[in-house]
């Protein structure tokens, strides 16, 4: 179906270009550059549908924060069953759908409801038919106007040939059942939308439908967004939607240049490849070809490394119309429901991970690597992946955050006092002398250069920057030298500095390369007595993610954080570095890393140098994945503050 000139223009407007090849069909592809962190384009629902009561009808948010904190949700005065936000909140869902069914007294399913909403909406168009003036044609960027969304969603594949005569006959029933409805029959009927209009618009929620979520990425509705849907599924995607209420924003999370294409997760890429394959072609009609799905992919080794089994695997998954049950907040709920012995042979692993023995033995100088005739205990597992590649799937794009940076904490110096340590003079078992001020000692620079080259100094440098900075060490632009706080294992060296997809590569043949017994948890083969287990393995996943949960909610930080580790290294493998699922639990890491701190009193710098690691990259990857405005920008920001002021009371 060719695009009316108005979505060209809105599409065109945001740098972009929707192209059709025989082999991909429709293709949303960038004409300019957009960098990481920017908001490609955003998209308006065509309908909506709240899943709780603690979230506004309208707009999809809990409650507004004001100057005053935040203002509760206010109820329907008539029904007592409805709440929104405030009065224009209520206006609005009165105008759109409201007022037809407030106490009216009916339950409604999400299906039904979000199919009445669509329709009314339909019918509003009709009666009122947007017409765009001059005046939106010229903005910069185009604004989404109704007609926008409205063409974009008559856009929309339905794949009504595809759906199985059990799933059609359900979705004739529901639009004669809607079609009664007192407020949709008689304009419908003016209107010519018919049964078989109703049953199309059903199938095409199904294979277009998204799930809303908060900030702390729960799910709190379920919508219909038409500009969005032109977006293709990766399972390593490019960009992501995160939201604004009910308002989605498409999110660029890598950078991607002119001529690249954009593409979105329709699912939950945390998943084993049998259940994105299923799901993807009993509810979406397509199998997928992605880098991680594909035979030729960088990521192929991915999902030989995660396994299948999934403790969910049998789910039925024949009955489902139009709602996603594969929320993710229903997933947690399914994840946390584990077997109680595994999860025992879990606490035995945990428990028996010493946190700081590894730290210590796994230091990224020592290059140390685990048993390889031995299976991976989750402690070795976890911090043998630490030293491979984090944080460097960060900092290969990112080389600020590789550095010492913040003069007041670390080991920074000044120009002409870095000039007088030439880097050669250090090797690996001396100590330079430790700074007052400092609580960290700083590292001997890396035998071998680093990780990436020096930045150069400005193009007119000072007679003290006359000589090249030491490998170790990289120009500030507040005039300052920060040593290399982190230097490369000889594992992540190069050849493959600058790329993550090559780290994570070598990540995976590593794990792979240990002996593994995805299907026995009985065998003790670890070497330290304990049971062998799967690590690497999704349902290991599934019963660690369930034991954080436990963990925090208990405040036993010293678990949690091992936890939260071990999750981190499994989501650095399953998820882009930006995605908003990784800054959410980095938000989390660094909180309980943070708590774990405090309660203890520790005072190993081992730890404090991990800690501010994770709030440094809580901080960055929520301001790309969610922007400075969101909680968890928010919370890391404040977290550096409370470490900065506390690390000495701490730490000593
Ligand atoms: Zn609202
Ligand atoms: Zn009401
Ligand atoms: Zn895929």
């Known amino acids: 179906m060719s695009l009316s000139p108005s979505i060209q223009h809105y599409i065109n407007g945001h740098n972009l270009t929707l192209t059709t090849s025989t082999q991909k069909g429709r293709t949303m592809v960038a004409t300019e550059y957009h960098h990481r962190g920017s908001i490609i384009i955003t998209s308006q629902p065509l309908a909506t549908v709240s899943v709780s009561d603690d979230y506004c009808q309208h707009c999809l948010r809990q409650s507004r924060k004001t100057d005053g904190g935040y203002t509760p949700l206010q109820r329907c005065s008539r029904c007592k069953s409805a709440y929104f936000c405030d009065m224009d909140c ?26 009445e909403r669509a329709v009314c909406s339909l019918i509003r168009y009709k009666q009122h038919p947007y017409t765009p003036t001059p005046n939106n044609l010229d903005s910069l960027p185009p604004k989404e106007t109704l007609d926008i969304t409205m063409e974009a969603f008559s856009c929309l594949q339905d794949h009504l040939d595809d759906q199985p005569a059990h799933i059609t006959q359900q979705l004739f029933d529901l639009a004669d059942k809607v079609l009664q409805r007192p407020y949709i029959q008689q304009q419908a009927l003016h209107y010519g939308i018919d049964q078989t209009t109703l049953v199309r618009l059903q199938s095409q929620f199904q294979c277009n439908g998204m799930s809303v979520q908060d900030e702390h990425l729960f799910v709190v509705g379920e919508g219909i967004y038409p500009v969005a849907s032109f977006f293709n599924h990766s399972c390593r995607p ?14 660029a999370i890598e950078p991607i240049g002119p001529g690249e294409e954009i593409t979105l997760a329709y699912i939950d890429i945390g998943r084993s490849r049998g259940y994105r394959q299923r799901i993807l072609r009993d509810r979406y009609f397509f199998t997928c070809d992605c880098v991680r799905c594909s035979d030729q992919g960088w990521l192929r080794l991915l999902d030989k490394m995660v396994g299948e089994d999934e403790e969910d695997e049998e789910e039925d998954i024949s009955n489902f119309v139009i709602s996603k049950p594969y929320s993710q907040q229903h997933q947690q709920q399914q994840r946390r429901r584990k077997k109680t012995d595994q999860l025992d042979t879990l606490r035995q692993h945990i428990n028996h991970w010493d946190l700081l023995t590894l730290s210590r033995q796994y230091d990224r100088l020592k290059n140390i690597h685990p048993d390889p005739s031995q299976s991976l205990t989750l402690g070795t597992f976890t911090h043998h992946m630490l030293q491979l590649f984090t944080p460097y799937v960060w900092s290969v794009n990112n080389p600020t955050l590789h550095y010492t940076n913040d003069q007041s904490l670390y080991s920074t110096t000044s120009c002409s006092m870095m000039d007088s340590i030439p880097a050669s003079s250090s090797s690996i078992t001396n100590t330079p002398p430790v700074s007052p001020s400092s609580i960290y000692t700083p590292l001997p620079a890396p035998v071998s250069p680093p990780h990436h080259p020096p930045a150069s100094p400005s193009s007119t440098p000072s007679p003290s920057t006359s000589t090249s900075p030491p490998y170790s060490s990289i120009f500030l632009d507040n005039g300052f030298y920060a040593q290399f706080d982190d230097p490369c294992p000889t594992a992540a060296q190069p050849p493959i500095q600058h790329d993550y997809q090559s780290i994570l590569t070598k990540a995976m043949e590593t794990c792979l390369s240990f002996p593994a017994n995805p299907h026995s948890t009985n065998i003790p083969s670890t070497g330290d007595g304990l049971l062998s287990i799967p690590v690497f393995r999704l349902s290991t996943l599934a019963g660690v993610h369930h ?23 499994q989501y650095c493998f399953l998820y882009p570095p930006y995605h908003p699922t990784m800054a959410h639990h980095l938000a989390m890491l660094a909180k309980t890393g943070w708590n774990f701190i405090v309660q203890d009193s520790i005072r190993e710098k081992v730890y404090a140098r991990g800690v501010r690691r994770w709030i440094a ?18 919370e890391a920001v404040n977290l550096e503050w409370l470490f900065r002021r506390e690390h000495q009371l701490v730490l000593g």
């Open 90 to 115: 209520f206006k609005s869902a009165w105008i759109n759908y409201h007022r037809y069914v407030c106490g009216d007294g009916d339950w409604r399913t999400c299906d039904e409801e979000l199919l």
């Open 617 to 634: 990259l809580a901080k960055e990857t929520a301001k790309l994945a969610f922007g400075t405005r969101d909680c968890h920008y928010k």
């Open 547 to 569: 034991l954080f949960y436990e963990a925090m909610e208990n405040k036993h930080w010293p678990f949690a954080v091992k936890c939260g580790l071990y999750i981190l290294i």
């Open 238 to 251: 490019n960009a992501a939607a995160v939201f604004d209420g009910s308002l989605l924003l498409i999110k």
